[in-house]
């Protein structure tokens, strides 16, 4: 997903609030990650799932990364975060979708 630089900082920074804020009651924020925001998603019967959002070093991007143990388990945590995206106020940022603007 492409951010202007400008944007990134308060698109972490109200990912951060999503993840930590317990709307859902899944996902757990990693303490500490020297990368950016990571995300525990408890994906039941013991599977664990994970999302990570992050700025690039060296380009206006901001990266996200999805892995999950459940077959569609990635999609499904990907499209909570484009649902966020696209929520007030971070729809009114300039934010290039890219891939994630396919999902519903």
Do not use: I, K, Y
């Not at 930590?20 to 990650?33: F, K, P």
């Not at 569609?72 to 696209?86: D, I, K």
């Amino acid at each position: 997903m492409r951010a202007h630089t400008c944007g990134a900082p308060g698109v972490l920074s109200a990912f951060h609030g999503l993840a930590s804020g317990g709307t859902h009651a899944d996902w757990t924020l990693e303490a500490v990650n020297h990368e950016g925001w990571r995300v525990n998603v408890d994906e039941g019967e013991g599977r664990r799932g994970w999302v990570l959002l992050r700025q690039s070093l060296h380009d206006p991007l901001l990266v996200l990364n999805v892995e999950s143990e459940l077959p569609g388990g990635a999609e499904a945590s990907a499209r909570r975060v484009a649902a966020f995206l696209r929520s007030a106020p971070m729809a009114a940022l300039p934010l290039d979708m890219g891939a994630l603007a396919a999902l519903a």
